[in-house]
């Protein structure tokens, strides 16, 4: 609440002290001068982008002038970001913000079959598809289809990295399967037809615990940090804790982000022993980071907390030592937890390196304080542009290469075994590790093929760390400060 707060106060006060041309009027181009203000404001690489320049335009009608000469808010928008796919990977438009806002909670179109697209040979041309794994109570989990399955093909047509998007893009497909022989793609005729609807994907998936001696070891896979499953979070965590879990094995190699909010909540549960501490620190671009610093510098700061929004008690493990499995599919929110426990306790990283997202973002409406109440009725769009980075409490946060793992053991694709279980690789290197007996040995993955892409990647805003901005509360601080 008291970031909302500040976010919309700061909205009111940089009008002046920013020159940031709030005061001009936005009866003309409406979606396109949204962007440009809403980008002037918070863009975290707002001074590196001449164009969004404080002093840039001095009257309505140059700004105007500029906007109109786009032929659609998206050129717009992708014209104004700083160095689009090198910097600024991740910033991103949305035609209609309540598709956005689905996917902030793990709501997008599936056929329930996560997966992974790796190269086939050093070409890097053709690819396969593994499957993770199956989403319950969707298309795919009423149908002849597991993890671990190896396709190659949609529709009859061989994956490559040029068709991939088009093919399995499409709402209904058919997918070609084939073996893996020892890296070898063999295809073996069969053919499964799927097709795509809404859906929601709780991100608690997996938990076990299995007893090694004195060592209770809890593996829990997470696979997304969606704040509408927090309290599904805490229960998870409230049966670990029943067990006696003593070690933690935390499965987030396929998680690939969401709320910083629900980030924060995940490592208070892994630990409790240092509530209301620092557990991450917010850098905004200069205009933005100076309003806070000068009138609440405890706004930048993300801490350990011992309730959630709703005021439920947070149910904790107290551990001083953590083992987290990582595969190239591991961002944003999932590399906060790790980057941001490890000033705390000893983080052991198994499985490869993740992707390099250090950076956040806030979604953006086209509102008199950018909140979604009182929206423009005249279109739908909203930017979910990134304004800060993340840093733990040491001002560490240079991880844009990835984060890389202790004990390097990527995915075998002839061999994923079965999540949860104490003879699947990751999960057995982390039991060896913990119990120093040697009882399951590292294996050495058949082949060793590069990865391309996957499944949550492959939607847009698929890696995203975000900022919670609370529709309800949005309104109601509004109100407060008219």
Same mark, same amino acid.
């Given at each position: 609440m008291k970031k909302i707060l500040l976010l919309l106060v700061a909205l009111l006060v940089t009008t002046f002290a920013f020159q940031s041309c709030d005061d001009l009027d936005d009866n003309v181009v409406p979606a396109h001068s949204f962007i440009w203000k809403g980008l002037n404001q918070y863009y975290l690489w707002q001074e590196d982008v001449p164009e969004l320049a404080d002093d840039r335009f001095e009257t309505q009608s140059s700004l105007d002038s500029y906007v109109e000469s786009f032929s659609s808010p998206n050129s717009l928008f992708e014209n104004l970001l700083y160095e689009r796919n090198v910097i600024d990977r991740f910033s991103v438009l949305f035609p209609d913000f309540r598709v956005l806002e689905n996917r902030? +909670?793990?709501?997008?179109?599936?056929?329930?079959?996560?997966?992974?697209?790796?190269?086939t040979d050093d070409s890097e041309t053709?690819?396969?598809?593994?499957?993770?794994?199956?989403?319950? #109570?969707? *298309?795919?989990?009423?149908?002849?289809?597991?993890?671990?399955?190896?396709?190659?093909?949609? #529709?009859?047509?061989?994956?490559? *990295?040029?068709?991939? +998007?088009?093919?399995?893009? #499409? *709402?209904?497909?058919?997918l070609n399967f084939a073996d893996y022989d020892g890296g070898n793609i063999t295809p073996n005729g069969k053919e499964l037809g799927l097709t795509k609807t809404e859906y929601s994907e709780n991100p608690v998936h997996t938990t076990n615990v299995i007893t090694e001696g004195s060592h209770v070891i809890g593996y829990f896979?997470?696979?997304?940090?969606?704040?509408?499953?927090?309290?599904?979070?805490?229960?998870?965590?409230?049966?670990?804790?029943? +067990?006696?879990?003593?070690?933690?094995?935390? *499965?987030?190699?396929?998680?690939?982000?969401?709320?910083?909010?629900?980030?924060?909540?995940?490592?208070?549960?892994?630990?409790?022993?240092?509530?209301d501490e620092i557990f991450a620190r917010e850098q905004w671009n200069t205009k933005m980071q100076g309003y806070y610093e000068n009138n609440n510098p405890d706004a930048l700061i993300n801490r350990f907390t011992n309730q959630l929004s709703n005021s439920t008690p947070i149910n904790h493990l107290n551990l001083n030592k953590i083992y987290i499995?990582?595969?190239?599919?591991?961002?944003?929110?999932?590399?906060l937890i790790i980057n941001c426990l490890q000033p705390y306790?000893?983080?052991? =990283?198994?499985?490869?390196?993740?992707?390099?997202?250090?950076?956040?973002? =806030?979604?953006?409406?086209d509102s008199a304080n950018f909140s979604r109440s009182n929206v423009n009725g005249s279109h739908t769009y909203a930017m979910q542009p990134i304004v800060l980075e993340i840093l733990n409490k040491n001002g560490f946060g240079d991880y844009s290469d990835g984060i890389a793992p202790d004990i390097e053991l990527k995915e075998d694709f002839g061999n994923l075994g079965i999540l949860g279980d104490a003879n699947e690789p990751l999960f057995a290197a982390a039991i060896a590790d913990i119990t120093g007996s040697g009882r399951f040995s590292i294996p050495t993955p058949s082949n060793d093929h590069k990865w391309f892409n996957d499944s949550k990647k492959m939607r847009r805003f698929g890696t995203e760390m975000y900022i919670e901005n609370t529709p309800e509360d949005s309104f109601l601080l509004a109100k407060d400060l008219q």
């Open positions: 902030l +909670q793990g709501v997008s179109k599936s056929n329930g079959v996560e997966y992974g697209l790796i190269y053709s690819i396969f598809g593994y499957v993770r794994y199956i989403l319950p #109570n969707s *298309d795919a989990s009423a149908k002849d289809i597991q993890r671990g399955e190896i396709f190659y093909a949609v #529709n009859g047509t061989p994956l490559n *990295d040029s068709n991939y +998007q088009s093919l399995l893009g #499409n *709402d209904t497909y058919t896979m997470y696979n997304g940090f969606y704040s509408s499953y927090d309290n599904d979070l805490n229960e998870a965590f409230g049966e670990l804790a029943s +067990q006696g879990v003593n070690e933690l094995v935390l *499965d987030l190699r396929y998680n690939s982000g969401g709320s910083v909010r629900t980030s924060t909540y995940l490592a208070s549960m892994i630990t409790g022993q240092f509530n499995l990582t595969t190239r599919g591991t961002a944003s929110a999932s590399e306790i000893d983080v052991t =990283v198994i499985g490869d390196t993740t992707t390099g997202k250090n950076v956040g973002s =806030v979604t953006l409406y």
